[in-house]
């Protein structure tokens, strides 16, 4: 199994692209179930999650060509209906084909994806929501089941806020019939890209990036071109090994108007933070300034960077209270980073986080892909050698990771 050995202390300097968003690419492609013809893809990430999706899609019978950061998929041949352990059990993700198979097929077959490192994760509110608009769900063998002639609009509201929910509504309601009104929907930048393609596609879709959607059936849909949005948790990694290294950093191909949360509490680290349209300067000089963080849903700070900002305040002056509100059980990076001299203290979902010095370097892994890109920021600030074991999960979201950190000046190398 690969693994990356980083040898912190140097200050990183440069200028890095960013790729385009793992969490947008996967429901965008997805909904390529939702029409037949050819739909195209530009600027997708090369991705563990993204080859599991088009794995997913070519074993229901869609065609699928890839060529660099080109995917086109038809799933006028969609002849299965089923997403097997095996696939979902690697990608969570692979549940957002309920929706769009029941809209197009009226039959979904789909294995639970049961629990993760992170948290329980159920998909009861994909469910209930599927159901109000008229699908027969059953579990059945650790599968969901779910039938239905044409679905009927409805008016749904989520009990927590939740994205891929959001997503999997939003794709089973494009072809039903009437108006269904999503309340409580979530408002990610991801959510409205997938509106903003579906839109493209026929579909008649008003609020996304509210917390409002209704969305107006249609009786078809036809195939379109969409380019995937640069991925934002990726920008917000790069950004924070800037001010952790002392560094001087220019993401381009980026979107700041994505990153608000972060880029508002990276100014009160002390960094400076200039913005253009599609591109951010973060410099840092001296201390870093203890923050308290709460993560949010969008706009507020992402879960998906709480594990790198935890890294930053490690080496803070002072402490910092960090609450993570969305998942239950996201701080497996914690005692890793205190294996590297980190001084953390866990109570339920609050991480009290006292700055020291130095982190020193040592062998690590993590059971998450955001813990894992935390390990590699620690890795880039300690004293010494630091080895990222289960590379894995890195592979699933950060495209060429090694690489880009070596092009900023990072002494750092995979291993195979
Ligand atoms: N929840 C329920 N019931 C449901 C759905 C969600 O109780 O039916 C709960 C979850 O257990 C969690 C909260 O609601 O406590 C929010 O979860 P959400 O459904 O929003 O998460 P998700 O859609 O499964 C997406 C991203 C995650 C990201 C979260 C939160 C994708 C493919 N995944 O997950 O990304 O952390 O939203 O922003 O979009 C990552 O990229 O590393 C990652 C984990």
Redesign the pocket.
């Known amino acids: 199994m690969d693994k990356i050995v980083v040898n912190g202390g140097r200050s990183l300097k440069g200028t890095v692209r960013i790729s385009g968003a793992?969490?947008a690419a996967?429901p965008i492609l997805i909904s390529s179930l939702l029409v037949e013809g050819v739909n195209t893809y530009t600027n997708v990430p090369d991705l563990m999650d993204i080859h599991s999706t088009t794995l997913l899609l070519s074993k229901l019978g869609a065609r699928v060509e890839t060529g660099g950061s080109r995917v086109c998929i038809d799933a006028a041949g969609l002849i299965e209906h089923e997403a097997a352990y095996d696939l979902v059990r690697k990608m969570?993700?692979s549940v957002l084909v309920l929706g769009p198979l029941v809209a197009r097929l009226g039959k979904a077959r789909v294995s639970l994806p049961g629990g993760c490192a992170?948290?329980?994760?159920?998909?009861?509110?994909?469910l209930k929501g599927l159901a109000a608009l008229g699908a027969e769900i059953e579990l059945k063998h650790g599968y969901v089941e779910a039938s239905a002639g044409r679905l009927k609009g409805a008016d749904i509201y989520f009990d927590?806020?939740?994205?891929?929910?959001t997503e999997n509504l939003m794709m089973a309601a494009v072809l039903a019939d009437g108006t269904t009104t999503l309340r409580n929907a979530?408002r990610?930048p991801?959510v409205v890209a997938l509106a903003d393609t579906l839109v493209k596609m026929g579909a008649d879709i008003e609020g996304a990036g509210t917390s409002i959607i209704t969305i107006n059936g249609v009786d078809s849909l036809k195939p379109a071109e969409t380019s995937i949005i640069p991925d934002r948790?990726e920008t917000g990694t790069f950004m924070m090994s800037a001010v952790l290294t002392r560094g001087d950093i220019t993401l381009v191909d980026c979107e700041p108007d994505h990153l608000g949360a972060t880029i508002n509490i990276m100014r009160q680290t002390g960094a400076d933070i200039e913005t253009t349209d599609n591109s951010i300067r973060v410099t840092m000089q001296g201390e870093i300034n203890s923050v308290d963080v709460k993560t949010q849903p969008y706009p507020g700070f992402?879960?998906?960077m709480q594990a790198q900002f935890m890294v930053l305040m490690s080496i803070a002056d002072g402490s910092a209270m960090i609450s993570e509100t969305?998942?239950e059980n996201r701080y497996i990076h914690v005692s890793e980073l205190i294996r590297m001299g980190a001084n953390i203290k866990v109570d339920g979902n609050i991480a009290i986080v006292k700055g020291v010095p130095k982190l020193s370097g040592a062998p690590v892994m993590a059971t998450d892909?955001?813990a894992s890109a935390s390990l590699i920021l620690a890795g880039l600030v300690a004293d010494g050698s630091t080895r990222i074991n289960r590379v894995y999960h890195l592979d699933r979201?950060y495209e060429s990771i090694e690489k880009k950190f070596a092009g900023l000046g990072a002494d750092i190398k995979r291993i195979k």
Do not use: C, Y
């Open positions: 793992k969490n996967l969570r993700a992170i948290g329980a994760r159920p998909i009861n509110l994909h927590i806020v939740t994205v891929t929910g979530a990610e991801e948790i992402p879960t998906d969305i998942f892909l955001r979201g």
